[in-house]
T-cell receptor, first 111, second 110 residues
């Protein structure tokens, strides 16, 4: 069966500090991978998605970036965090044109 | 206009009630539809997946899609306090992305 991991589970970072969130998927190959942000009381905002190694599509202009160094690894990064980057970050995977499965999420608080 | 609209609730019902959760969408290119359940501070969990129009049943849950009216529904029979969560609808088409509603918060009281 497939599983998806995210870490860390929670993170408190000062404004201006860097960020690295990691997501890995087990039990499948060549998945589509997604990063979402969920702000309190708001829906899921798609940040990035990837259909293969090194292939990243950005949905929202921001100070975040994503990378996919390996088939089942997806990383979300920032060089300098803003207060507005606080939120619940979710990684998801899917096969082509089908349902998405989410990880447990990382709760980021920027202070 | 958002591509997928969902009433945020909260929707409060007594235990045992039948719950109806609904979404509307605007993009006629959407072909597949999903319902997710999200408990507080957890990732969304896939409940139901439906392709095109029709009904799909899984235990106490029934998903219904009416493409003519662009309406998506989730019915929960014999609701339980453990069903208290936020329910997200999502729609996708011939592209790799899903569009999500903002979620409806459901509260089932014992």
């Amino acid at each position: 069966s497939q599983t998806i991991h995210q870490w860390p589970a929670t993170l408190v970072q000062p404004v201006g500090s860097p960020l690295s969130l990691e997501c890995t998927v087990e039990g499948t190959s060549n998945p589509n991978l997604y990063w979402y942000r969920q702000a309190a009381g708001r829906g899921l905002q798609l940040l990035f998605y990837s259909v293969g190694i090194g292939q990243i599509s950005s949905e929202v202009p921001q100070n975040l970036s994503a990378s996919r160094p390996q088939d089942r690894q997806f990383i979300l990064s920032s060089k300098k965090l803003l207060l507005s980057d606080s939120g619940f970050y979710l990684c998801a995977w899917s096969r082509t044109l089908s349902e998405q499965y989410f990880g447990p999420g990382t709760r980021l608080t920027v202070t | 206009q958002k591509e997928v609209e969902q009433d945020p609730g909260p929707l409060s019902v007594p235990e045992g009630a039948i719950v109806s959760l609904n979404c509307t969408y605007s993009n006629s290119a959407f072909q597949y539809f999903m319902w997710y359940r999200q408990y507080s501070r957890k990732g969304p969990e896939l409940l139901m997946y439906t392709y095109s129009s029709g009904n799909k049943e899984d235990g106490r849950f029934t998903a219904q899609v009416d493409k003519s009216s662009k309406y998506i529904s989730l019915f929960i029979r014999d609701s339980q306090p453990s069903d208290s969560a936020t329910y997200l609808c999502a729609a996708g088409g011939s592209f790799q992305k899903l569009v999500f509603g903002t979620g409806t918060r459901l509260l089932v009281s014992p």
